[in-house]
């Protein structure tokens, strides 16, 4: 059952086991139950003069009158307080009874009555009934009775009023912990997120957008030690952006960018997600291809990234060194990535001296046809 669901006395887990408990602790029993009904009458025809003399007094105190906004609520405590009297005469101080009292010590709560003024309240309010008994109820022990009850009555009901009073106050207390410990765990998770998202940028190339060389030694690492777990090859690709420098300065460095932020996202689009692709500096990019043979990677991943980058950025090409360690044998961080260089040099050399061939032949050619036909 939800809290909202229950009464008051529910929520404070009172029995008629722990009722009676209460009444001994306080010294209340069936025979003081049956001399206060005996002043019932009296009390009744007296009950609304003793509420006039109480809110006499009580008005005189500026922070009770703070509380008391208009005539129409000073009518409504009126009328309680005078319910509240009878009720202290009615002879019956059953679990409804309780419940009743609870109620009051809520209601003190919401509208900000501080335990000290209702202390006084409570001692002003005894006074005055005191004063009735006194003058209507007969020979002088049975006054004393009657006094001796109502006060172990009010002692009682005391210690039901705050305990809600109490109760209520432990309530907003637990209600903005709980929403502190939400706000706080809310602030967890949302300055998690953000260190999260603060250091995959300081991950990210800017220009490019894919891991920078900061952290490519420690991830090839990571990438080495779990591809020795499984046995599993591991291909690393190192490339490098073919006559990049001569093509910065033909059309300036905005256009080199341009070049350079084609080919980063042409890598995040092909590289699968178990891989990592990094910008190692300048118009240099590494790729580390988990569970790759050094075929496919040269077949498949280097030959669609030829393709790609050819497609999007017309005569911009390649060369790329490709080196595999694993699946039984695994070499070190720097002896993959230093093999790999040197084979992308090797590979540009060998495309500059194919490149080179090629524009000889072609001048070749021409000396021929000039031989042949005479100078055009």
Same mark, same amino acid.
């Given at each position: 059952?939800?809290?909202?669901?229950?009464?008051?006395?529910?929520?404070?887990?009172?029995?008629?086991?722990?009722?009676?408990?209460?009444?001994?602790?306080?010294?209340?029993?069936?025979?003081?139950?049956?001399?206060?009904?005996?002043?019932?009458?009296?009390?009744?025809?007296?009950?609304?003069?003793?509420?006039d003399d109480l809110y006499a007094t @009580?008005? #005189?105190?500026?922070?009770?009158?703070? !509380?008391?906004? /208009?005539? *129409? &609520?000073?009518?409504?405590?009126?009328?309680?307080?005078?319910d509240y009297i009878i009720d202290l005469?009615?002879?019956?101080?059953?679990?409804?009874?309780?419940?009743?009292?609870?109620?009051?010590?809520?209601?003190?709560?919401?509208?900000?009555?501080?335990?000290?003024?209702?202390?006084?309240?409570?001692?002003?309010?005894?006074?005055?009934i005191v004063a009735v008994i006194e003058?209507?109820?007969?020979?002088?022990?049975?006054?004393?009775?009657?006094?001796?009850?109502?006060?172990?009555?009010?002692?009682?009901?005391?210690?039901?009023?705050?305990?809600?009073?109490?109760?209520?106050?432990?309530?907003?207390?637990?209600?903005?912990?709980?929403?502190?410990?939400?706000?706080?765990?809310?602030?967890?998770?949302?300055?998690?997120?953000?260190?999260?998202?603060?250091?995959?940028?300081?991950?990210?190339?800017? @220009?490019? #957008?894919?891991?920078?060389?900061?952290? !490519?030694?420690? /991830?090839? *690492? &990571?990438?080495?030690?779990?591809?020795?777990?499984?046995?599993?090859?591991?291909?690393?690709?190192?490339?490098?952006?073919?006559?990049?420098?001569?093509?910065?300065?033909?059309?300036?460095?905005?256009?080199?960018?341009?070049?350079?932020?084609?080919?980063?996202?042409?890598?995040?689009?092909?590289?699968?997600?178990?891989?990592?692709?990094?910008?190692?500096?300048?118009?240099?990019?590494?790729?580390?291809?988990?569970?790759?043979?050094?075929?496919?990677?040269?077949?498949?991943?280097?030959?669609?990234?030829?393709?790609?980058?050819?497609?999007?950025?017309?005569?911009?090409?390649?060369?790329?060194?490709?080196?595999?360690?694993?699946?039984?044998?695994?070499?070190?961080?720097?002896?993959?990535?230093?093999?790999?260089?040197?084979?992308?040099?090797?590979?540009?050399?060998?495309?500059?001296?194919?490149?080179?061939?090629?524009?000889?032949?072609?001048?070749?050619?021409?000396?021929?046809?000039?031989?042949?036909?005479?100078?055009?």
């Amino acid at each position: 059952m939800r809290h909202v669901e229950q009464s008051l006395i529910e929520q404070a887990r009172i029995t008629e086991f722990e009722l009676e408990i209460r009444k001994q602790l306080v010294g209340l029993t069936g025979k003081d139950a049956k001399v206060l009904l005996t002043g019932r009458p009296f009390i009744e025809k007296e009950a609304e003069q003793i509420v006039d003399d109480l809110y006499a007094t @009580l008005i #005189g105190i500026p922070t009770v009158v703070l !509380l008391i906004s /208009d005539s *129409e &609520t000073m009518s409504r405590l009126k009328s309680t307080q005078r319910d509240y009297i009878i009720d202290l005469f009615s002879g019956v101080y059953d679990l409804e009874y309780v419940n009743n009292r609870l109620r009051i010590g809520l209601v003190h709560k919401r509208i900000g009555v501080q335990p000290r003024f209702f202390l006084a309240a409570m001692y002003k309010l005894r006074s005055l009934i005191v004063a009735v008994i006194e003058k209507r109820a007969g020979v002088t022990h049975f006054r004393r009775m009657m006094i001796d009850a109502l006060e172990k009555l009010m002692y009682f009901d005391a210690s039901l009023i705050f305990e809600s009073y109490i109760g209520s106050l432990i309530s907003e207390i637990q209600i903005a912990k709980d929403k502190s410990d939400e706000y706080a765990l809310t602030l967890e998770s949302v300055v998690r997120e953000r260190t999260r998202q603060l250091e995959e940028l300081s991950r990210r190339d800017p @220009l490019t #957008g894919v891991f920078n060389r900061r952290y !490519l030694a420690e /991830d090839l *690492e &990571t990438a080495i030690k779990a591809a020795q777990r499984r046995s599993e090859p591991i291909s690393f690709v190192y490339l490098d952006i073919n006559d990049f420098k001569a093509l910065n300065d033909k059309l300036g460095h905005q256009h080199g960018d341009s070049v350079l932020r084609t080919v980063g996202g042409v890598l995040s689009e092909i590289c699968r997600p178990e891989d990592g692709c990094y910008r190692y500096g300048g118009d240099e990019f590494c790729i580390i291809l988990k569970n790759c043979p050094e075929s496919s990677a040269r077949e498949h991943f280097c030959a669609r990234l030829t393709k790609e980058v050819a497609s999007k950025l017309g005569g911009v090409t390649l060369s790329y060194g490709i080196y595999t360690t694993g699946p039984r044998v695994f070499d070190d961080v720097n002896t993959i990535v230093t093999a790999a260089d040197k084979r992308m040099y090797e590979a540009k050399e060998a495309q500059k001296h194919r490149a080179a061939a090629k524009k000889d032949t072609k001048i070749t050619h021409r000396k021929m046809l000039r031989s042949e036909y005479g100078a055009v």
